[in-house]
């Protein structure tokens, strides 16, 4: 078992920043792909950003050039750097980390960019 914990979420003003950090504890040997999704109100959970244990990354569009992604794999933690936040990133981001052919969830954290 994989078991993970999220922090880092709040409240920010639009082109306000935040950094997400998610910290994998248990079986973490062989975890191979680490990463980020959200789900807004009414949605369907979408991927952010992946990155594997080898450092390569994947962000979606929407956050290009707003948002990274890096791992300590020394600490077992994935980071989600995100500047620049529009209210449309408003939702609750979930940390996933696949091991095997295992996935395994974070129980979410929100993040709510308002003025």
């Known amino acids: 078992q994989v078991q993970l914990v999220e922090s880092g979420g709040g409240l920010v003003q639009p082109g306000g920043s935040l950094r997400l950090s998610c910290a994998a504890s248990?079986?973490?040997?062989?975890?191979?792909?680490m990463g980020w999704y959200r789900q807004a109100p009414g949605k369907q959970r979408e991927l952010v950003a992946t990155?594997?244990?080898?450092?390569?990354?994947n962000l979606a569009d929407s956050v290009k050039g707003r948002f990274t992604i890096s791992r300590d794999n020394a600490k077992n933690t994935v980071y989600l750097q995100m500047n620049s936040l529009k209210p449309e990133d408003t939702a609750v981001y979930y940390c996933?980390?696949?091991?095997?052919?295992?996935?395994?969830w974070g129980q979410g954290t929100q993040v709510t960019v308002s003025s």
């Open positions: 996933k980390a696949v091991r095997a052919v295992v996935a395994y």
């Open positions: 248990g079986s973490i040997l062989s975890i191979n792909v």
């Open positions: 990155i594997t244990s080898g450092g390569s990354a």
